[in-house]
């Protein structure tokens, strides 16, 4: 059947499997949208209207990390383009599976500064896996197939198809390729099994090594392997910011999250390991501190699907590239075989004991100080009221680090937030996304005052939808990790990071017909927040917190992970 | 250490701002650059060159293989190979004497008269980097009016091809006996 492009490309996202789009109409999608409502209901694809691009493609992401399926963003040419750019660096920076529709002036007007114009694929051509300008219509189909496969094979990544105006309006007979072929495209999923041998002899020998799980594990579902693997070689297991929640926080192996912020007694672990076992981790330096300091003692197994991560921040001693998921199966498998062959897992109790006794000479802490909330009490009930269970969003700062110390997840893909880009207005947005993917979850966006300030007009998103997303609002009337840093870096001189200045955020909600509930006494906390995670639909609570709490530990930039600030 | 690399691509709108993008945004320099078709239709061979130490060059080569349109990435410093480049160059050939040392200078380096006036030749003349600087520093003292370089492009050795074949066919093939071969 002839169909003009608009239709093409709902019927593509159909063959996808595509149930949700987050958008924002304008000129040059115009068809798009009127063949969207036009075929609503045989497309079974809901879209969802944001009130700023950004968010269609934080929404998108959010989806993506809590479902790991591809999510769909559509925005239309110029400045609905530029306006997702953030949204697009975020998922290329953290490994999210993400295809991006965007508009684009019709071909015969490309390169004349014509109305919304703007370069889009030259535009994104550095924060996206890979980008398309779709020039002509046969094309649309089999790009767009290309373009699913691009975002969700190998590592992960965002990519973006442009659509100029015309290439949605010509009519072509439609056929959905059913497989696609890049050659110049293929992922290595298998490690190289000497690298695997060699990698498990060393975890066999190791008598005082940390498994250190990343972002990677969740891509792959590494979830049951990595757990295997820990108990079998009975490893101390650290995840990090984008791990949390790809091995349980509540397991006796578990170390919680490495670096800037991480435990006293997880850093310590890292610094003084003889082996580090790095899965589906990239090294990031707020995860390293001082690269030439970080773990000087210890050996690197560094399993990466991205060739291009192995050795870019650290040497490495045991290479291997492939799928997490898929490496692990095969370590397991090797590992048993060495057992078998006579090999004897090293002891490690001593290792242990001294990793258990960091933990009680400094777990996380804070100071209760009479009837002001302390953020990091607000978190530990949420984690407690909530059970552990719930879909947290964090936004980006102070509360994103309390969140991520203490929250304590056991589930994987319950954690979203920003963490390569640390985009702040990322964690409402997020949840929107996550809501809409897994509607019979709670769903908590913990947001400070700085970022929901970005992103507050997308109260009328959950209100319009009735999205029931709970928004945390931990309200300090700073942006608390700048004054943080000014505070311990910059002898207390707060440049402009006092937004003390700021609406009435209950009245606020309200005038979005958002319930909204607010504590400012310690005693408010535990209520405040039952009440409010247990109205329907969305609501917004708002913690009035001590202003000038800061994170610990910390670890200055630049500085080596030992070096942390613990108070 | 001066590297010379080869990228075989789809030549697809927009490759070499992929390329051109990836170096800059990762802070690698590209020293010289060419791009042409191959024999294959809709691909192309890009052979740029680059310096770095060889954890910049290990990087440039997995980045640039990261690209998806990217087929192919090989280090050509790594193997015996061949490199040229081509240089043309307008010199000053005014009287007798300076025409008489411009030609000869032309038999030695094997170059090439391609056009002639009554006070310029415009040569021609291939051959490595080394070979094309020490061409140019002889002619300057003559006076250079112009010049256009190609920037190399480079061929692994057919020997060493043969002996990559009989290492991939045998696993346990080692590197000594590879560069024994070689």
């Known amino acids: ?127 996206t896996k890979h980008n398309y300008l779709v020039k002509h219509v046969e094309e649309l189909a089999p790009t767009i197939k290309e373009a699913f496969h691009v975002a969700s ?91 949390l929640g790809a091995f349980p926080a509540s397991h006796p192996l578990s170390l919680g999250m490495l670096g800037m912020h991480g435990g006293y007694w997880t850093n310590m672990a890292v610094n003084n390991c003889d082996l580090l076992i790095s899965i589906g981790a990239r090294f990031d330096d707020r995860v390293t501190g001082k690269i030439s300091e970080f773990a000087r003692g210890a050996k690197f197994i560094h399993v990466d699907i991205d060739a291009s991560c192995i050795g870019k921040n650290v040497r490495c001693d045991y290479p291997v590239v492939g799928d997490a998921k898929t490496v692990a199966q095969q370590m397991l498998k090797e590992l048993e075989e060495q057992l078998g062959g006579g090999a ?209 530990p910390i670890v200055p930039a630049g500085a080596a992970l030992k070096d942390m600030i613990l108070q | 250490m001066r590297h010379t690399i080869s990228l075989l691509v789809e030549n697809e709108y927009g490759m070499l701002t992929r390329v051109a993008g990836l170096f800059s945004a990762r802070g690698y320099q590209i020293d010289t650059l060419n791009v042409a078709p191959t024999l294959e239709e809709g691909v192309s061979r890009m052979t740029l060159t680059t310096h770095g130490n060889d954890h910049v060059i290990q990087q440039i080569l997995q980045q640039s293989h990261k690209l998806i349109k990217v087929l192919e990435v090989t280090d050509m410093t790594a193997a015996p190979h061949v490199e040229r480049e081509m240089v043309m160059l307008t010199v000053n050939a005014h009287v007798g004497e300076q025409r008489r040392e411009v030609l000869s200078l032309v038999e030695i380096f094997r170059a090439k008269v391609v056009d002639v006036s009554n006070d310029a030749f415009i040569l021609e003349m291939t051959g490595n980097a080394e070979k094309v600087n020490a061409f140019i520093e002889l002619l300057k003292p003559i006076g250079i009016l112009d010049i256009v370089r190609t920037g190399p492009v480079a061929m692994t050795r057919v020997a060493h091809i043969k002996a990559q074949k009989v290492k991939d066919d045998d696993e346990e093939f080692s590197e000594l006996t590879l560069n024994e071969k070689v």
């Open chain 1, 1 to 127: 059947m002839k169909m003009r492009g608009a239709r093409i490309l709902l019927e593509s996202l159909r063959c996808e499997g595509v149930k949700h789009v987050f958008g924002y109409p304008g000129g040059a999608v115009l068809h798009i949208y009127d063949e969207l409502v036009k075929h609503a209901e045989e497309l079974g694809i809901t879209h969802y209207l944001v009130r700023h691009e950004q968010a269609s493609l934080f929404g998108a992401a959010g989806y993506a990390q809590a479902t790991g399926k591809t999510g769909v963003a559509l925005v239309t040419s110029g400045p609905g383009g530029t306006n997702a750019v953030t949204g697009i660096a975020n998922a290329f920076m953290d490994s999210l599976p993400l295809v991006v529709f965007t508009g684009q002036v019709p071909t015969h007007l490309i390169g004349n500064d014509a109305f919304q114009e703007a370069d889009l694929t030259g535009i994104t051509r550095s924060c």
């Open chain 1, 344 to 552: 004897r897992i090293a002891a490690k109790d001593a290792w242990h004991e001294q990793i258990a006794a960091w933990k009680k000479q400094h777990p996380f802490w804070w100071k209760e100080e009479g009837d002001v909330i302390k953020p990091q009490y607000v978190i530990h009930e949420l984690h407690r009221i909530t059970k552990g269970q719930a879909v947290v969003s964090a936004d980006v700062g102070q509360h994103q680090m309390w969140t991520a110390q203490l929250y304590g997840f056991d589930a994987p893909k319950n954690w979203l937030n920003s963490g390569g880009l640390g985009a702040m207005g990322y964690g409402f947005p997020a949840a929107v996304g996550a809501a809409v993917a897994r509607p019979d979850d709670l769903c908590v966006a913990v947001v400070g005052d700085g970022g929901f300030q970005m992103v507050l007009n997308e109260l009328a998103t959950v209100k319009q939808y009735n999205i029931p997303v709970k928004i945390l609002l931990i309200n300090n009337g700073f942006l608390g990790m700048v004054r943080q840093w000014q505070e311990q870096f910059y002898e207390h001189r707060y440049s402009h990071s006092n937004i003390e200045v700021q609406p009435d955020f209950v009245k606020l909600a309200d005038s979005y017909g958002v319930t909204a509930f607010r504590a400012t006494k310690m005693n408010e906390v535990t209520h405040t927040l039952e009440k409010g995670l247990n109205t329907p639909g969305p609501v917004l609570i708002e913690m009035k917190v001590a202003r000038e709490e800061n994170v610990f």
């Open chain 1, 153 to 243: 094979t190998g590592r992960p990544g965002p990519v973006l198809v442009d659509l100029p105006k015309d290439m949605t309006a010509q009519e072509i007979e439609f056929s959905y390729p059913e497989t696609i072929e890049i050659r110049s495209y293929k992922p290595q999923i298998f490690g190289e099994p000497k690298a695997v041998r060699k990698a498990v002899k060393a975890m066999i020998q190791a008598e005082r090594p940390v498994l250190y799980i990343g972002g990677g594990a969740h891509a792959a579902g590494a979830y049951e392997e990595v757990r295997q693997l820990a108990e079998k070689l009975n490893l101390p297991t650290t995840c990090t910011l984008m791990g």
